[in-house]
Structure formats: C-alpha cells, structure tokens
C-alpha cells in the first residue's frame, strides 16, 4: 500500500484509538502538585473577572485553544466541525490538526474546515512537511488561517510503522517557514511528550512566535502507535513515560526564553489545571482529549463552556482580577 492511499486510514486510527482507554501517559502532567492559593475574600465580584486576552493580534474570550487533534476522514469531519462551532460561539482559539493529508487532497478541505470560524485558527504542519518549501503557505491559503502551528512528534515517528524519523533540518526548515509567513504567527509545539529549555531557546532564535510545549501527562502517541500496529507495540511500551510533565515544560520554557509566549497543553483536564497553567507563565492553556470526546457525543460547545466557567471561578477565587493577572504568587505547594 502506498504511503497516501495509507494516510487516510492512519487518521482514522488515530481518531478512534485516541479516545480509549490504555493511551495515556503512566505519570500526570505535574499539575496535581501545585494548588492554586484561595482567597476566602476575592476582593471583587465573580462577574468583574477578566479572561479575555489578546495573542497574536486577535482578541479570545479566554485563554484557551481546543488542541490540534485530527483531519482527512468523514468522522474528523463530524468532529471538527463540532469544535470550530464550540470555538466560534465561545470565542477561544482552535488549532487544526494535521494538514497532511489535505496537502495531498484538497478534495478533503471539508474535514478540516466548516462555516464556523473561531477568532483564532491555526493551520498545522509536521516538521517533516516543511522540505517542501511551499507547503507552510499553501496549508495556511487552503484553509484560510491565522497562522501556522508546526508540530514535533520524534518519539510517534520513530515508534511509528510508517513514521518518518528525520529531524536533521528541522530546525533550518521552522525558519525558513518563519521567514516565509511573515508576518503571519508561527507556532511550534510538541504532541504530547514536552520541550526541553534548550529547544525552547532553539526555536526562539529561530523567531517563532510562540511554543505550544504540549507536555507529558495526557495522551501518549507511542502507546497510541502501539495499539495501532501490534509489531510497534513491544518498542511503545518502554515510552509510556517519556518525556517532559506540562508543569515542567511551562516552567522551562518560560526560564529560557522570558519574552516568548507560552502556551500549556497536555494532561490539561479543566479549567483548574488551566487557571494553574497561566499562573506558571503561560499565555494560553490548550485541551485536546475531553474535547474530542465531547466532540464525539456532540456536546463540545457545553464542555467548553464548563471548562471556561471553571477558569473563571479559579481566577476569582485564588484572588487575581484577571486570567491575565495570574502568577506564581498565586500557587502554592500542594
């Protein structure tokens, strides 16, 4: 089978295996040992709290992005059309999942995009992708975007059956697709397994526009390209916890790089855990897996209405006027 006529079917794979059971990360994201502060006297009312934020020249309602999840098949279809209606109606940020697929077919532009157009919209690329010079510009022109999220999978591409391990010009390849897009914001991030500070500082010099450092604690794609194919399975196995937990992630990338924008993702379940995010220094929390269950059961608009109802209370009550506002003097040791 040729690797195209393979792609689809791999999605597809992807999309069901991700929502199951014995695909996460053995240890949390690290957000269960921070507690955020309670103030017992807020010192404003609920409603006088602020969430909205302002990234990369357009307003959110909140900070928060539904995560790159999926695309290329008719249940990606279903499902992102559910989350760019939930991000539409309740203003936050949507990141699209690999654009892949559509590079090859432009026939399946409607799996990826529907009427509903959030205030945000990042197009996403694998690294890899980018050896073809114009796939960056003509990912982000197909599906009309904002900008362009680039993501960094090594451990899925070497666990993968059909993987593409190369990672030699990775770095050259993210600059060159900065320059070209300018200035149009390009955003890297990991899927899943966490940024060391060091290619924090990396991409910063390359002149991204922010890190996604999607870190360890959510879904595991080794352990995912394990139940896709038993012969990757042994290999993933040893990868159920690799990498760099969220909390981490965010703090490291905020130490190396102080005026990058840092957005936190991976093993973020609520707005709790988000509300802890910006308090570590992140511009953005991102969710993923509960929003395509929800997706799934046709309920993302509510679960993201939850999600955004939980940040607000945990800004009120931990004292901060503001999503903004929040900072390490708002946490404490659990």
Not at 53 to 60: A, D, I, N, P
Not at 62 to 74: D, I, N
Not at 234 to 259: L, M, N, S
């Amino acid at each position: 089978m040729t690797e195209l006529a393979s792609l689809p079917g791999r999605k597809a794979d992807h999309l069901r295996i991700a929502a199951q059971p014995g695909v996460l990360h053995t240890r949390g994201a690290g957000l269960d040992a921070l507690r955020l502060r309670h103030r017992a006297l807020p010192g404003r009312d609920l409603a006088d709290v602020s969430l909205a934020t302002t990234l990369f020249g357009q307003t959110l309602a909140a900070p928060l992005f539904v995560s790159a999840m999926t695309g290329g098949t008719p249940e990606a279809g279903r499902v992102n059309m559910r989350l760019a209606e939930a991000a539409a109606e309740h203003g936050i940020g949507l990141t699209l999942g690999s654009g892949r697929a559509l590079l090859q077919d432009a026939g399946l532009l409607g799996t990826y995009r529907s009427a509903a157009r959030p205030p945000l919209l990042l197009a996403n690329l694998g690294s890899s992708q980018l050896q073809d010079r114009d796939a960056a510009r003509r990912i982000v022109d197909l599906l009309d975007a904002d900008g362009l999220s680039i993501h960094l999978n090594p451990i899925q591409e070497a666990v993968q059956p059909e993987g593409e391990p190369v990672s030699a010009r990775a770095l050259d390849d993210i600059a060159r697709a900065v320059a070209d897009l300018h200035p149009l914001p390009v955003v890297v991030k990991e899927v899943g397994f966490g940024m060391d500070p060091e290619d924090v500082a990396l991409l910063a010099a390359a002149g991204v526009a922010a890190v996604d450092v999607a870190g360890a604690g959510g879904t595991n794609w080794a352990l995912v390209e394990g139940q896709r194919d038993p012969g990757a399975q042994a290999v993933a196995a040893a990868f159920a916890d690799w990498g760099v937990p969220t909390a981490d992630a965010v703090r490291g990338a905020v130490a190396a790089a102080p005026a990058l924008p840092v957005i936190a993702s991976g093993g973020v379940r609520d707005g709790v855990e988000a509300a802890k995010c910006l308090a570590l220094g992140a511009v953005a929390a991102g969710l993923a897996r509960q929003l395509l269950l929800a997706a799934q059961e046709d309920r993302a608009a509510a679960a993201v209405a939850t999600v955004i109802e939980q940040l607000r209370i945990a800004v009120w009550a931990a004292g901060a006027p503001s999503a903004a506002a929040l900072a390490p003097d708002h946490l404490q040791a659990s």
